[in-house]
């Protein structure tokens, strides 16, 4: 990854630093290092889409790695963007890009705080299995962090799907309303977690 502020050998599914900061002043007028995880759709324009909010708000590109064998669960590709602007920028870095309508998995060191697992019964598959996964995702402002599918039946008969979300701390009681309504669009059933447990 170049000049990437990533541990050496970092590849697909190791771990990464999520921000990194120098403990001295600098001598180039403050810029901070920072890493910022993108989920983007397969398509034509994407990265180029997602990374115009970058200098537009005046960060600086160090690297990219797209990790394009990596497919997440929503069939997105997993994208890293390190780069370096002013601290008081990157907020407005991150903001901007969410409401480009990019998917901002994680920002600096900010990191979802909470996570919760339900299990969708019903028609998953017939339903768009995929606009429901996004539903969740800006309706009820979680990340799908795995999926398991269960279709015994194939993908024409009742199935179940078994979601791990990541969730801001303290919502969760929000999130889980959100997908209740979502389901119920959809005619789909909504086993939750029981308190302090999983679904």
């Known amino acids: 990854m170049g000049d990437s502020p990533t541990p050496d050998g970092a590849g697909p599914g190791s771990s990464t630093v999520d921000e990194t900061q120098s403990s001295e002043p600098s001598s180039d007028g403050g810029l901070r290092a920072y890493t910022v995880r993108l989920e983007l759709v397969d398509e034509p324009g994407e990265l180029l889409r997602a990374l115009a909010p970058i200098s537009e708000n005046g960060g600086n590109l160090l690297s990219i790695h797209h990790e394009r ?23 407005d870095i991150v903001e901007s890009l969410r409401e480009g309508g990019v998917n901002v998995i994680q920002a600096g060191a900010e990191r979802y705080g ?20 996004s ?17 015994p039946d ?34 789909l059933t909504v086993v939750e977690p029981l308190p302090g447990g999983e679904a």
Not at 135 to 151: F, G, P, R, Y
Not at 155 to 178: C, N, P
């Open 69 to 91: 064998g990596n497919i997440t669960p929503r069939g997105h590709i997993p994208v890293e963007v390190d780069l370096e602007c002013p601290p008081d920028r990157f907020a």
């Open 114 to 133: 909470g996570e919760v697992s339900v299990v969708l019964v019903g028609h998953v598959v017939d339903t768009d299995l995929s606009e429901t996964l």
């Open 135 to 151: 539903a969740i995702e800006t309706e009820a402002n979680a990340v799908v962090l795995d999926l398991s599918l269960a279709a």
């Open 154 to 187: 194939g993908t024409k008969g009742i199935a179940s799907a078994r979601l791990r979300l990541a969730i801001d701390t303290g919502r969760a009681e929000e999130v889980l309303a959100s997908i209740r309504s979502i389901g119920a669009e959809k005619d």
